[in-house]
C-alpha cells in the first residue's frame, strides 16, 4: 500500500505550477481528482497548498 498526496482549494485540484515573468507563478488546477497531480512528498505538498490557500488529502493507494 502506498500514499500519495493531493492539494485541493474548493473543489478544485493543484495540477502544476508554472513559472510566468519576475518570478511570479501560476497554478493551473483541474475539476477531477483523475487530472490532479500527485505527490509522494508530503512536504511539497503542504508547500503548494500553502501557496494557494488549499489543503493536502492523503489517498491510501492499494
Known amino acids: 500500500m502506498e500514499n500519495?498526496?493531493?492539494v485541493k482549494l474548493g473543489n478544485l485540484y493543484f495540477k502544476k505550477k508554472e513559472s510566468i515573468l519576475f518570478g511570479k507563478y501560476r497554478y493551473t488546477m483541474a475539476d477531477n481528482l483523475g487530472d490532479a497531480s500527485f505527490c509522494k512528498d508530503f512536504d511539497y505538498?503542504?508547500?503548494?497548498a500553502e501557496e494557494i490557500g488549499g489543503n493536502v488529502?492523503?489517498?491510501?493507494?492499494e
Open 57 to 61: 488529502y492523503k489517498i491510501n493507494l
Open 4 to 6: 500519495v498526496y493531493v
Open 45 to 48: 505538498a503542504k508547500k503548494r
